[in-house]
Nanobody, 123 residues
């Protein structure tokens, strides 16, 4: 089992950057595929990016490709999402998730979720 806690959200102006972190408990972090999702008010949870266990394979939603970078440090049990060129459309609660079923974009394929961190981009 793994517990996840996200950090790094906040308020940023359009065009700015943020880096989110997701700290994982437990000794098996490196066994899990990790993903970032986001949910804006009145919207469904949306896939952002995923990364395989070793970090050498990543997958992005078209809406963030070229602007966001997912990475992980298995020695530190931490997942990252670096976000640049932010727009108001990126405003949402961002969640990290862990799963064992492949680097998928489907939320219900992930077994563990953090509590989320709010990202607000002002215009």
């Amino acid at each position: 089992q793994v517990q996840l806690v996200e950090f790094g959200g906040g308020l940023v102006q359009a065009g700015g950057s943020l880096r989110l972190s997701c700290a994982a408990s437990g000794r098996t972090f490196s066994s899990y595929v990790m993903g970032w999702f986001r949910q804006a008010p009145r919207n469904e949870r949306e896939f952002v990016a995923s990364i395989n266990w070793s970090g050498d394979s990543t997958y992005y939603a078209d809406s963030v490709k070229g602007r966001f970078t997912i990475s992980r440090d298995n020695a530190k049990n931490t997942l990252y999402l670096r976000m640049k060129s932010l727009t108001p459309e990126d405003t949402a609660v961002y969640y990290c998730a862990a799963g064992l079923r492949g680097a998928t974009s489907i939320p219900n394929q992930y077994d563990y979720w953090g509590q989320g961190t709010q990202v607000t981009v002002s215009s």
